[in-house]
């Protein structure tokens, strides 16, 4: 038996519904040793509830909340951000940057609280991939030690070590889409040890399958069936189930099967060849979900309540999420929460200080909010599937509702108060407008467009400094909700029997898994003609996931995953310059991304670790 230390700590987790703290018998940060950590539940859980605070929010998690969207989906003129990195292929520079979710902030305004799990500040606590090396090594010691837990109940152990094997699952997942193929650690590394990179990113994602088989076995479908669930019952909505475990693992399993980790790297990419199997894998999977979805465990929101599911929680500082609600993350403390959901308005509106506009891109919009007859603007245009809706001249007309939702455009109302004062009663948005950037500023809007997806609307009126709604409120991303299970048991789906054929596990087809979503949006089915197109079918595909998972930072992973980050749509990001009155339309170019296949897909590990241990190779390009 391994001897060492196990620190205990009291995790500060403001925003998640149920309170982890309930579980902990010891002092906040109790040193202990293994037999006595495993000498009760309550202290075992204890132990676990370290790797939910792990999970990183990437919505406040980096210094800079608001600078969370790494894809071609925003922009902001800030050159010291990630983004901006990431725009100019600058990924070895995202390692030790004091600004990203992806590593812990290393500014000296930190001192010794950086990196430290047990904060309320989720910027302090590990990012990405130093906090999947700890999660990873805190899932092995609990798999390593399950044996000693000899005063627990079968149940207790069970899902012990279901969380156990989840996480570690999980914690891979998290470095390998952004990092690539990993070696799967399946032991608490102590002294000298190897760490060769498997050939493939299918070996580690099928290693991560096998920890997900196991956590399904183990884990419950609700925890406050469960009598160990008791002591925080009604609060257990954020703790890992069955239902957690067969959504990651069919994203697993879909991530694998993409088109850039099948061709592992090598020339010709084709962006619509998947790995057939691993799709049929992950469609089973997600198969598994979508009964407990039938049996009412989860349910997709309405429409009418699809707030929910972003920031309209239920009581004041919940967590948001509704009946979608799947992983929830640890999230940040008041103030962080509130940058966030204010990270795409124009400051001089919301009033929170220290937070910066993320702007929607003009191409991200164009391409993929399309029109209320639920065709893209581009098949709108082409005239192949019945009369065109769209007006060059009236762009902002007859678009998706989702558009309107989740989109602030020139003219739209902010607040009818008599305290607003009259130039921020409406977004003016046209160029050279109130909440228009005039190039250094980044308060207002560098592209035309603001963002309201996460922030709150009461009665047609907008928070804002004069309307102040917020702090009842706490919007939050979420790692997973329903609504991308729908989404990606469609993809794999179609890329492995296509549009029209359901699985022998569930009996819904990929059309009829998009068209829900449609449905609710109050827009018609997917065209026949395209999807009787295969190809074509996908791109649809590709644009609904687009508009459904908007600004929940997907895009960067959806964008490379796909083999399309560096063909020339998705590296631009432009504005949408007009004048007040409309009479002239023209895109502008902000951006021209530097992304060259297959070299800025990855990001490159930190140099000396690939010097350090033999077969460690590093990324393409690096």
Not at 553 to 563: E, I, K
């Amino acid at each position: 038996m391994k001897n060492y230390i196990i620190k205990i700590l009291f995790i500060l987790v403001l925003v998640l519904s149920y309170s982890c703290e309930d579980y902990l018998d010891k002092a906040p940060e109790s040193d202990l040793d293994q037999n006595e950590v495993f000498s009760t539940f309550n202290n075992a859980q204890g132990f676990v509830e370290e790797m939910y605070a792990l999970v990183v929010d990437y919505g406040t998690s980096g210094h800079t909340f608001q600078d969370y969207l790494y894809g071609d989906d925003a922009h902001g003129n800030r050159t010291w951000k990630p983004s901006y990195k990431i725009d100019n292929g600058n990924l070895n520079g995202l390692r030790t940057d004091n600004y990203s979710y992806l590593t812990p902030w290393k500014g000296s305004a930190l001192g010794s609280t950086n990196n430290n799990t047990n904060q309320a500040n989720a910027s302090r606590r590990p990012g990405v991939y130093d906090g999947s090396l700890k999660g990873i090594r805190n899932a092995n010691i609990v798999i390593e030690n399950i044996d000693l837990m000899v005063n627990a109940t079968d149940e207790e152990r069970d899902v012990i070590l279901g969380q156990a094997y989840f996480f570690r699952a999980y914690f891979h997942n998290e470095i390998m889409k952004f990092w690539g193929r990993f070696p799967y650690i399946k032991e608490v590394l102590v002294g000298d040890f190897s760490l060769a990179r498997p050939a493939t990113y299918k070996e580690c994602a099928l290693e991560a399958n096998e920890d997900y088989k196991r956590a399904i076995e183990l884990l419950p479908v609700d925890w406050d069936t469960m009598s160990y669930g008791e002591k925080t019952l009604g609060d257990n909505g954020g703790r890992l189930t069955k239902g957690a475990a067969y959504a990651f693992q069919g994203k697993n399993l879909l991530l694998a099967a993409s088109p850039l980790m099948k061709i592992n790297n090598a020339p010709g990419i084709n962006t619509y060849d998947y790995d057939t199997e691993l799709c049929d894998m992950a469609v089973d999977a997600f198969a598994g979900i979508l009964k407990l979805d039938d049996q009412g465990r989860y349910d997709l929101a309405s429409w009418d309540n699809y707030d929910e599911v972003f920031w309209k929680t239920p009581a004041a500082r919940m967590m948001p999420g509704g009946t979608e609600l799947i992983l929830s993350a640890p999230g940040g403390n008041t103030a962080q929460a509130e940058r966030f959901m204010t990270s795409g308005m124009d400051r001089d509106i919301h009033g929170r200080s220290g937070s910066e506009i993320s702007s929607p891109t003009h191409n991200f919009i164009h391409n993929n909010f399309g029109m209320s007859n639920g065709l893209s603007i581009e098949d709108d245009m082409s005239g192949n599937y019945g009369p065109t809706l769209y007006d060059p001249t009236k762009p902002f007309e007859n678009r998706d509702p989702r558009f309107y939702r989740w989109i602030v455009v020139d003219g739209d109302p902010i607040g009818t108060k008599a305290s607003i004062p009259a130039k921020h009663k409406q977004a003016q948005l046209f160029t050279g407008g109130e909440h228009r950037s005039t190039g250094s500023d980044n308060q207002p809007s560098t592209t035309g467009y603001m963002r309201k997806k996460f922030y709150p609307v009461e009665n047609g009126e907008l928070h804002s400094k004069w309307n102040r709604i917020i702090g009842q409120y706490m919007g939050a991303l979420l790692p997973m909700r329903l609504t991308d299970v729908y989404l990606m048991y469609a993809e794999a789906l179609h890329a492995s029997k296509g549009a029209t054929v359901a699985p022998a596990s569930y009996p819904l087809t990929a059309e009829g898994a998009i068209n829900l979503l449609r449905t609710r949006a109050g827009i018609p089915n997917v065209h026949p003609s395209i999807v009787a197109d295969k190809n074509k079918f996908m791109d649809e595909l590709r644009r609904e996931r687009s508009v459904e998972l908007s600004y929940e930072a997907h895009r960067w992973v959806d964008m490379r995953r796909w083999g399309v980050a560096h063909l020339e749509k998705y590296r631009r990001k432009t504005a949408f310059e007009f004048p007040q009155d409309h009479s002239s339309f023209t895109e502008r170019l902000l951006v021209e991304r530097l992304c060259e296949y297959p070299k800025h897909y990855w990001i490159p590990f930190e140099a000396k670790q690939t010097q350090i241990y033999e077969g460690f190779d590093q990324n393409p390009g690096w």
